[in-house]
């Protein structure tokens, strides 16, 4: 893979609509790559530097947490930003994510505004 220089977003998210949302609100600035599955998103930073993976907790068939300590074991992605998008709250499952390596955490108490603003807060 050729590693791209554009300005971009990896959202692994099963919600079409949430990927249409932040594609909105960062996309003139940022490509924002949208995909449910964990395999194409690990593909996809192949191809892309990500400056922000956005994640869903939530996303059936995936162990969310070890995706994110994936993304951190890996010296490329030290600073990249990770944003877990949750639809309820959960403290425990918080702190793990957080533990994990995670910068933001929004649940749907947030909203979109919530998951736009953390993220744009992170591309900065």
């Not at 600035?29 to 922000?52: F, K, N, Q, S, Y």
């Not at 995706?67 to 425990?92: H, K, M, P, Y």
Request: contains cysteine; hydrophobic residues 40%; negative net charge.
């Amino acid at each position: 893979f050729v590693e791209s220089q554009e300005r971009a977003i990896v959202l692994l998210c099963e919600d079409p609509g949430t990927v249409e949302l932040v594609r909105r609100a960062v996309g003139r600035i940022h490509r924002v790559h949208g995909t449910d599955d964990p395999i194409e998103a690990a593909l996809m930073v192949g191809d892309v530097r990500p400056d922000c993976f956005v994640i869903d907790m939530k996303l059936g068939g995936i162990d969310a947490i070890g995706f994110v300590q994936r993304i951190r074991s890996n010296g490329r992605f030290a600073r990249t930003q990770i944003v877990a998008w949750r639809g309820e709250t959960n403290d425990s499952h918080e702190a793990m994510a957080l533990d994990a390596g995670v910068n933001h955490y929004v649940t749907s108490v947030e909203g979109i505004e919530g998951l736009t603003a953390r993220i744009r807060e992170g591309i900065a």
